[in-house]
RNA sequence: GGGUGAUUAGCUCAGUUGGUAGAGCGCUUCCUUUACACGGAAGAUGUCGGGAGUUCGAGCCUCUCAUCACCCA
C-alpha cells in the first residue's frame, strides 16, 4: 500500500490517540524501565475552562518533558485534573439557571443550588480534558483529579479525597496558629457578594473626577490660609473658615472619621486638632471630625488634605488604624448605602459622642453604626455619589472656580462668557475592578478567615534562596522574593456557596452573656436564667468559635468550655442549628422550658456552622499531593511526591506557586517541586494581548484542525526560549507543518526506493563514509536534544532537530544515498539502506515528544514494531562514541565543494540543467581521496561533467578555494564579465573589512599578550585563510581583465 | 510611584563563562531533475534602540537616556 501523499492529521489523531489510551501508554509507571520517578501535577484548569492558546502552550510543554522522560524508562506520572474555581463555577450555574428559567439561587436553597452545580459539572466540566486530549496531552487520566471530589453533597463518581484534604488542612493549621479569623478591610465584590483576594482585583486606569469640597471649621473658626511656590514664594494668601478637601469618591464622606494632613504642611499646622465639619447630611446633625497629622497625605496632591475613611478605602484604613479613628461601614453587600440601624440623628449623635470623648467604643459598636442619613440609605453608591455632591453643591460648599468659555451671543457674534462653577477635575484613576465580575470593588470591613502568611512564608522563601526550588527563568525569582517577602494575609473565605464549607462552628459565648452564678453556688436558678432571657441580648453578643473535621469533634470541643459553666448549663447538649438567630431562639426556649419543668436533660446548646466556603486557592495549593490521595498515605503519594517540575504561567506565580509552596512545606514539610519553569502570556503575532472584545484570540482547536497538533505543538515548543516573549503567528505553524510533510516525505522517499522496513533496527556497523558520517550526525542531535530539554530549552530541542531532519538528513544524507541505492555495491546498497531506515527511526523517536502523531503514525509503518512509539526506547548513544572524525571532514568537504560549485554556477547564470566540466589544480592526497571516494555524488549534485587536473587556470575561469587544492570551472564564452569582475570585487570590498579587523587586532600587542592562546590561534589561522581568498580573488580578477 | 523584562535582518525571534552576528517566515532570481512546489538551488538585507564607560576586544558587563510591555501599588 503506498503511502498517501501527506500525513492526514485530522484522520489520523483521533485514531492514534485511541490506541495509546486503548493501550494504557499514559498510566504513571507505563513503559518503566528504572526505579527514578519523574511527576509532573498539571496547573488544574478552572472546571469552567475551554481550551486557549495560554493552555496549550503550557501543556505542550509539559507533554514534551513527560513523553521525554517516559521514553527513558523512567517511573513517569502526569497528574490531570481541575479545579472548582468558586466563582466562575458559581457564575456560569446561576447564568444557565436564568437561561433556563429556574428559581434564583437564593430561592432554590443552597443544597439544591450545589445540586446543579454538580448536574452541571457532570455534563459539561469535561470540556477541557478532551480539549487536552486534541493536543496528545498524555496525561494520566485514569487519576483525573478535582478539587471538590468528595464533599459531602458530591454525587455518585465524584467521590475522592480532595474534600477531606482540605478540610484536613484547615484544622491543622487553625489548631497551629495559622489560621485566624479576623475584622480587615477586604476586596469586596458587590456583585457575587464576596471577598475576593487582591490577586483577583484588576486595577484599571479610567477617566475619573476629583471632586473639591470645603468642610467647614467648627465654631466657625478661621485661619490664615498661605499658599507658596517653590521658590518660598507667598502666592496666595487669605482667611479661610474651611479646609479643602479633594475626592474621587464623594459617597464615602458620610463615613469620615477624620482629615488628615502631613505633620510637616504649614499651611494647615495651625488648625490641626481643631475639629471640621462633614459638609453633608442633614444640617442639624452635621458630624464633626478632628484634623489629624499622618505621614501618608501628600503635601502636593489635592488640597493636602485628605479625609479619612477607613472602613472604605485601605490606604485609610491604615491611617485610621494608626490614629484610633472610628470606620465607619455605610454600605452593604450589594454596594447600596445601608438601610439598617438607628435613625441617622441618633447614630450621628453617638458618633459625635465618640469625638468629643464622651462614649468609648470598639469595633462591634463601630460596625453596626449605620451613618448613612436617611434621605441616601438603600441609594446604590453611585447614586448616592450623584446625590451627595449636588446636595454640597447646593450648600455652597463646593470649592468654585472660574471657567471661560466662548459662546455665540443673540446676535450670533461670539462672545467670552466667564462663570463660577463647581472645581472638577476630570482625571485618569486607578479603579479596582472585580476580574470576574468586572464591577468596581468595594474595599469593605468584613469579618473573614486569613491564613498568617508572614508565619509560613519563611520555608518557600528559603526554599528559593538556597537553591533546592529553581524558579527559571531567573527573573522569577527576584519577583518571587519581592512578593514573599511583603507579603498581606491571605484571607480564605469567600461568600459563596460552590467550594468547601469552612469546618468552623460558632456558639453563643453564654460567659460574656452573663450566664453567672449570682449566688456562687454553682448552680444558676430559675431567676437568673429569666434575668438573662428578659435581657434579650443574645443576638447581639459575642461568640465563640472552634474548627473540627466533623460536628462530632466539634461538639465536644464545646462541651468541654460549657462543663465551666454553671449547673445545669455545664450539661447540656450540643447541637447543631442553622444560624445565629435560630441558635439564639433555640436556645431562649429550651431555657424557658427549663424554667418549667426544671429537666436538664433538656437543655440544648445550639451552634452553627460558618456558611462561608474557601478560596478556590486555598484548594488548589493542596495540589501537588492532594492529586496523590493525601490524606490516606497512598503508595502513590510515597512514589510521586514530592513531584520534579511545575509548568506554568508567570501570572500566577503569587497566586498558585508560592501558595502550593507554603502549603506542601506547612503540611508535609517539603517542597512540592524542584524547579518553576515560567512562561509568559501567549500573544498574538504583533505581541498584543488576545482578548476578544480585540478579536485576536487565536482558538488552538481551529489551528489543530487546520495544521494539525504536531505543528501547533512544534511551533510552541520552538517559541520556548526561557523568558521569551510569546507570539504566535500563523505563518510559523504553516511552516513547521510544512516540516511534518518533509519528514513524512523522507519516508516516502524510503518507500519510493523499496527500502526494507522490518522495524525496531540495531545500529547497523558501517564502512562506507556516508553512513559513519551520518551517524555521527545522529549522535549529536541526540545530545543536544537531551542538553536542551534537561535545560529546559525547548526552542533549542525543536531548532536541532528541524535543522538535523531537514538539513541534514533530507537535503544531503538522502541524497547521497541514491546513487548507491542506485547503484550495483550490494554490499554498500545493504549497509546504506539499514543506515537510512536505522536513520529516520531515529528522527522519529527524538521527534516524538514533539510530535507524537505523525511519528507514531510513521513508526507503525515497519512490518513488526516490539511497541508503540510512545515506549520506544530513548537513545543513549553519544558523539564521543559514534563520530568519526575522518568520515565528518570528508563529507564535510563534500558538501563544501558542492555548495560553492552550485553558487558559483548560479551566480554566473551558468543554466541549472547545463553540465559543466570541472578542473582542478594542485589536489593533495586527502583532497584526491575526498574525490575519488565522492566523485559520483559530487558530479550528481553539483551537476559536474568530468574533472581534469591543469597546472594553469584558462583565463574566464571562476575559481573555487577548498581545502586540499583549487577548483575552476572553465567559463570562458559563457559568463558576463563586467558582472562577474563587479561580483568579485564586492566580496573583496567585504574581505579587505574583515582583514582589517584581523589585522588590526595582531598588530596590537595588547591583544597578543592578554588573549587566550586559542583565540590568537584562531584568529591567525583566520587571517591565513582570509588571505589566502583574498589572493585567489584577486588572481581571478585578473584573467577576468586579460579577456575584456 | 515601585518592581521585572524587552529593544538584533521586512516580520517573529535565537545568540549559555565578552573573541567580531544566526534561524524560521517573507522577499528576489532560477528550476516542475522520478521523496517532497507544504519542494529544490542560489541570493539580498543588520552603525545588534541612543549615548558614555570597563576591556586588547562589547549584541553580551557597568552607568545613563529613550521607547515599549507586563506585574504590583
Redesign the pocket.
Known amino acids: 500500500m503506498a503511502m498517501d501523499?501527506?500525513f492526514d492529521a485530522s484522520a489520523a489523531e483521533k485514531r492514534i490517540y485511541d490506541a495509546w489510551e486503548a493501550s494504557d501508554a499514559f498510566k504513571a509507571g507505563a513503559n518503566k524501565s528504572r526505579d527514578e520517578t519523574f511527576t509532573i501535577m498539571i496547573p488544574p484548569p478552572n472546571v469552567t475552562g475551554v481550551l486557549h492558546v495560554g493552555h496549550a502552550f503550557n501543556n505542550t510543554l509539559q507533554d514534551i518533558l513527560v513523553r521525554w522522560k517516559r521514553m527513558q524508562g523512567y517511573d513517569t506520572l502526569w497528574q490531570p485534573g481541575q479545579d472548582h474555581a468558586g466563582i466562575a463555577t458559581q457564575l456560569m450555574v446561576e447564568k444557565k439557571l436564568a437561561a433556563d428559567g429556574l428559581p434564583k439561587r437564593a430561592e432554590m436553597g443552597r443544597d439544591a443550588f450545589l445540586e446543579k452545580v454538580w448536574e452541571w459539572k457532570a455534563e459539561s466540566g469535561g470540556t477541557i480534558i478532551e480539549q487536552l486530549k486534541r493536543l496528545g496531552a498524555s496525561c494520566d487520566w485514569s487519576r483525573n483529579a478535582f478539587t471538590m471530589s468528595g464533599a459531602p453533597n458530591a454525587p455518585e463518581g465524584e467521590e475522592g479525597n480532595f474534600h477531606d484534604a482540605v478540610i484536613k488542612v484547615f484544622v491543622k493549621m487553625y489548631e497551629d496558629g495559622l489560621i485566624y479569623r479576623g475584622k480587615r478591610l477586604v476586596n469586596w465584590d458587590p456583585h457575587f457578594e464576596t471577598a475576593i483576594s487582591?490577586?483577583e482585583?484588576?486595577?484599571i486606569?479610567v477617566d475619573g473626577h476629583m471632586w473639591h469640597f470645603k468642610y467647614p471649621l467648627a465654631n466657625g473658626a478661621t485661619y490664615t490660609y498661605i499658599e507658596k511656590d517653590e521658590d518660598g514664594v507667598t502666592i496666595l494668601e487669605e482667611e479661610r473658615d474651611y479646609i479643602s478637601i479633594a475626592t474621587t469618591r464623594p459617597e464615602t464622606m458620610l463615613g469620615d472619621g477624620a482629615v488628615a494632613v502631613h505633620p510637616s504642611d504649614e499651611r494647615y499646622a495651625s488648625i490641626v486638632g481643631k475639629l471640621c465639619e462633614i459638609p453633608v447630611g442633614p444640617k442639624a446633625q452635621r458630624r464633626l471630625i478632628p484634623i489629624i497629622t499622618d505621614e501618608y497625605p501628600d503635601k502636593d496632591f489635592g488640597s493636602g488634605a485628605v479625609k479619612i475613611t477607613g472602613a472604605h478605602d485601605?490606604?485609610d484604613y491604615q491611617v485610621a488604624k494608626r490614629g484610633g479613628i472610628p470606620m465607619y461601614a455605610l454600605m452593604d453587600t450589594k454596594g447600596a448605602m445601608r438601610a439598617d440601624g438607628r435613625p441617622y440623628a441618633e447614630e450621628a449623635a453617638t458618633a459625635q459622642a465618640i469625638v468629643n470623648g464622651e462614649e468609648t467604643f470598639d469595633e462591634a459598636k463601630i460596625a453596626a453604626m449605620n451613618l448613612v442619613p436617611e434621605e441616601y440609605r438603600g441609594l446604590d453608591r453611585f447614586d448616592a455619589r450623584t446625590r451627595v455632591i449636588a446636595d454640597i453643591t447646593d450648600e455652597g460648599l463646593a470649592v468654585m472656580h472660574d471657567v471661560t468659555r466662548v459662546e455665540k451671543n443673540d446676535d450670533g457674534e461670539k462672545v467670552e462668557v466667564t462663570e463660577t462653577v463647581p472645581y472638577v477635575e476630570a482625571k485618569k484613576i486607578?479603579q479596582p475592578f472585580g476580574d470576574r465580575s468586572k464591577v468596581v470593588i468595594e474595599p469593605a470591613l468584613t469579618d473573614q478567615w486569613f491564613v498568617d502568611t508572614d508565619k509560613i512564608v519563611g520555608p518557600a522563601l528559603d526554599a528559593v534562596k538556597n537553591g533546592d526550588v529553581t524558579i527559571m527563568p531567573?527573573?522569577g525569582e527576584?519577583?518571587f522574593y519581592?512578593?514573599l517577602e511583603n507579603i498581606?494575609p491571605w484571607c480564605i473565605s469567600r461568600q459563596l456557596w460552590w467550594g468547601h464549607q469552612i469546618p468552623v462552628w460558632y456558639g453563643l459565648d453564654l460567659a460574656s452573656h452573663g450566664f453567672t452564678d449570682d449566688e456562687g453556688d454553682g448552680a444558676l436558678d430559675i431567676v437568673e436564667m429569666m434575668g438573662l432571657l428578659s435581657r434579650q441580648t443574645l443576638l447581639d453578643g459575642n461568640e465563640q468559635h472552634h474548627a473540627a473535621s466533623t460536628f462530632d469533634d466539634v461538639k465536644d470541643q464545646f462541651s468541654n468550655v460549657m462543663a465551666k459553666l454553671p449547673i445545669p448549663l455545664s450539661n447540656a447538649r450540643v447541637v447543631e442549628v442553622a444560624d445565629k438567630a435560630t441558635a439564639a431562639h433555640t436556645l431562649a426556649e429550651c431555657l424557658a422550658q427549663y424554667a418549667m419543668d426544671q429537666d436538664p436533660t433538656k437543655l440544648v446548646y445550639p451552634v452553627w456552622r460558618d456558611a462561608d466556603v474557601l478560596d478556590t486557592w486555598f484548594s488548589s495549593g493542596l495540589w501537588p499531593f492532594g492529586t496523590l490521595g493525601w490524606p490516606e498515605q497512598t503508595p502513590e503519594l510515597d512514589k510521586y511526591f514530592p513531584g520534579d517540575v511545575l509548568i506554568t504561567g508567570?501570572?500566577i506565580l503569587?497566586f498558585w506557586v508560592a501558595r502550593m509552596m507554603m502549603m506542601s512545606q506547612a503540611v508535609e514539610g517539603e517542597n512540592p517541586f524542584h524547579t518553576v519553569y515560567l512562561h509568559q502570556?501567549v500573544?498574538d503575532?504583533?505581541?498584543?494581548?488576545m482578548s476578544k472584545t480585540k478579536g485576536n484570540v487565536v482558538d488552538p482547536l481551529v489551528v489543530v484542525d487546520e495544521f494539525g497538533a504536531d505543528a501547533l505543538r512544534f511551533t510552541m515548543a520552538q517559541?520556548a526560549?526561557?523568558?521569551?516573549?510569546?507570539?504566535l503567528?500563523e505563518?510559523?505553524i504553516?511552516?513547521?507543518?510544512?516540516?511534518?510533510?518533509?519528514l513524512w516525505?523522507?519516508f516516502?522517499?524510503a518507500e519510493?526506493?523499496e527500502i526494507p522496513n522490518p522495524g525496531d533496527t540495531s545500529m547497523p556497523v558501517v564502512s562506507q563514509t556516508l553512513n559513519k558520517w551520518i551517524i555521527g550526525e545522529t549522535a549529536k542531535v541526540r545530545e543536544t536534544v537531551d542538553h536542551a530539554l534537561t535545560?529546559y530549552?525547548f526552542?533549542?530541542a525543536a531548532?536541532a532537530l528541524?535543522?538535523f531532519t531537514?538539513?541534514k538528513v533530507?537535503?544531503w544524507y538522502?541524497?547521497f544515498s541514491?546513487p548507491i541505492l542506485q547503484g550495483d555495491d550490494a554490499a554498500a546498497k545493504d549497509e546504506t539502506q539499514k543506515t537510512l531506515r536505522w536513520v529516520l527511526d531515529q528522527c522519529l523517536i527524538l521527534l516524538h515528544p514533539i510530535k507524537p502523531f505523525i511519528t507514531e503514525e510513521l513508526w507503525g509503518l515497519a512490518d513488526s514494531r516490539a511497541k508503540m512509539l510512545v515506549h520506544a526506547d530513548w537513545p543513549t548513544y553519544t558523539a564521543a562514541g559514534l563520530v568519526d572524525a575522518e568520515a565528518d571532514r570528508e563529507m564535510n568537504w563534500v558538501i563544501n565543494l558542492i555548495?560553492s560549485v552550485?553558487?558559483n554556477?548560479?551566480?554566473t547564470h551558468v543554466?541549472?540543467?547545463a553540465k559543466v566540466p570541472l578542473l582542478v589544480q594542485s589536489l593533495d592526497a586527502k583532497g584526491q581521496s575526498a574525490w575519488d571516494n565522492n566523485h559520483v555524488l559530487i558530479q550528481r549534485l553539483a551537476r559536474i561533467e568530468s574533472l581534469e587536473n591543469v597546472t594553469d587556470f584558462p583565463k574566464g575561469c571562476v575559481t573555487i578555494p577548498m581545502d586540499g587544492g583549487t577548483f575552476g570551472i572553465p567559463l570562458e564564452g559563457l559568463i558576463d564579465v563586467p558582472e562577474e569582475i563587479a561580483r568579485l570585487e564586492k566580496s573583496l570590498g567585504k574581505l579587505a573589512k574583515?582583514l582589517g579587523?584581523l589585522r588590526g587586532?595582531l598588530k596590537?600587542p595588547?591583544?597578543v599578550?592578554?588573549?587566550?592562546e586559542e583565540?590568537i590561534a584562531?584568529?591567525r589561522e583566520?587571517l591565513r585563510l582570509r588571505e589566502d581568498e583574498e589572493a585567489q580573488i584577486k588572481a581571478a580578477i585578473a584573467r577576468l581583465q586579460e579577456l575584456g
Open positions: 501523499k501527506t487582591d490577586l482585583v484588576e486595577n486606569e485601605f490606604n486607578m531567573e527573573s527576584k519577583v519581592h512578593w498581606e508567570q501570572d503569587f502570556l500573544r503575532e504583533k505581541g498584543e494581548k517559541m526560549a526561557l523568558g521569551g516573549v510569546l507570539k503567528s505563518d510559523r504553516k511552516g513547521y507543518r510544512n516540516f511534518g510533510t518533509k516525505n523522507a516516502s522517499f519510493h526506493y535545560d530549552r526552542n533549542d531548532n528541524y535543522a531537514w538539513g533530507c537535503d538522502l541524497e541514491k555548495e552550485r553558487s554556477r548560479a551566480q543554466p541549472a540543467g574583515e579587523g587586532r596590537n595588547k591583544f599578550e592578554s588573549a587566550p583565540v584562531e584568529t583566520n
